[in-house]
């Protein structure tokens, strides 16, 4: 037998949630489960910086200003998290990092275990993380000392998502708690649709 979450969750006397990207799916929670969202404001002001979205005419074109990016930010000691929508988008860019001599790590469907470990360190100092948008969700980044002086956590979307709230998720890993931070995205032609 099988039944879907929404059917799941229904038989409950009481549910509840809590997330960060509710409010464009008010409708939905309320449709699926007659859960009403309420926006919470945030504890402390936000400091995130959101850059503007560069759009490139092919994937070829936009790796070049992608790894360019990195490496720039990189060298400033800046930690940079790189959210993918594939594991292949993910390889690809990790091979033109190695090209490049940045150190980094890929975090994949394939690491359960370390997902929060690997993730949790991503405000390190000089950090490079590549990881799939679903990968460490809900994980806390802290950032150190020295990463908040550069500029704290540099989060790049490389590609659109089905979904907004991915997107979104993605881009609130970094400037959490009043701490400084950035986001980014690239997009191309030839992302898919």
Known sequence: ASITRQRFYALYNMICGLTGTGAESAGEFWRFFKMPVVPIPLHKPSCRVIEPERVFVDHESMDVALVEDIVRRYQTGQPILVGTRTIRDSERISEKLQARSVPHRVLTAKQDAEEEEIVSHAGVEGSVLIATNMAGRGTHID???????????????????????????????????????SAQSFVSADDYL
Request: proline share 3%.
């Open 143 to 181: 950032l150190s000392a020295t990463a908040k002086d550069v500029g704290g956590l540099h989060v790049i979307a490389v590609e659109r998502n089905e979904s907004v709230r991915i997107d979104r998720q993605l881009i609130g890993r970094g400037a959490r708690q009043g701490h400084p931070g």
